[in-house]
């Protein structure tokens, strides 16, 4: 069982990670396939950061336990600290996009883009701009979660 100090820490370390993917190795490279490791390490740290909030809960008494699903931690998470609905909206869209890759049965590089495709050929995109924001939310994430320990 992971401690809320090191959850936070692998939090902070994962958004770090992210935005030098995406700041240092992605303009040199300039591959597609980098945004979504960049991606995959913002949610990391989104629900790293979940997983702190949840366990100082469960430290104090106020939840009787940490679900499993992300979908489910978060909506405890939000019964239990007063957060933004834009911090929510982020971390769900954030999960939904990380569903779509992983149920994907096409995904490619376009450009300066990665594509997700579904089953039914809608399509989701990953630019570097988009990410930028992301990185900028989950610093923002962090820092709320910090303050509600």
């Keep these: 069982m992971e401690s809320v100090d090191a959850a936070r820490e692998r939090a902070r370390r ?3 990670v992210a935005d030098h993917i995406l700041t240092q190795t992605y303009p040199l490279v300039r591959d597609p ?3 979504l490791a960049v991606l995959q390490n913002i949610f990391d740290s989104v ?3 979940v997983e702190a909030a949840l ?8 939840v009787l336990h940490i ?3 992300f979908e489910s931690r978060l909506q405890v998470l939000a019964q239990q600290c007063p957060l933004e609905k834009s911090l929510l909206r982020f971390a ?3 999960q939904e996009t990380m569903h779509e ?3 994907s049965p096409v ?3 376009r450009k300066e883009m990665f594509v997700i495709c579904d089953s039914s050929y809608g399509v989701r995109t990953l630019r570097p701009e988009q990410l930028k924001r992301y990185v900028q939310h989950a610093r923002a994430f962090h820092t709320v979660i910090g303050e509600h320990l």
């Design 33 to 35: 396939k980098l945004l």
């Design 55 to 62: 366990r100082s809960l469960l430290e104090k008494k106020k």
């Design 47 to 49: 629900d790293a950061n």
């Design 14 to 16: 994962k958004i770090g």
């Design 101 to 103: 890759h992983k149920q």
């Design 67 to 69: 679900p499993e699903l």
């Design 92 to 94: 769900r869209e954030l």
């Design 107 to 109: 995904e490619f590089a």
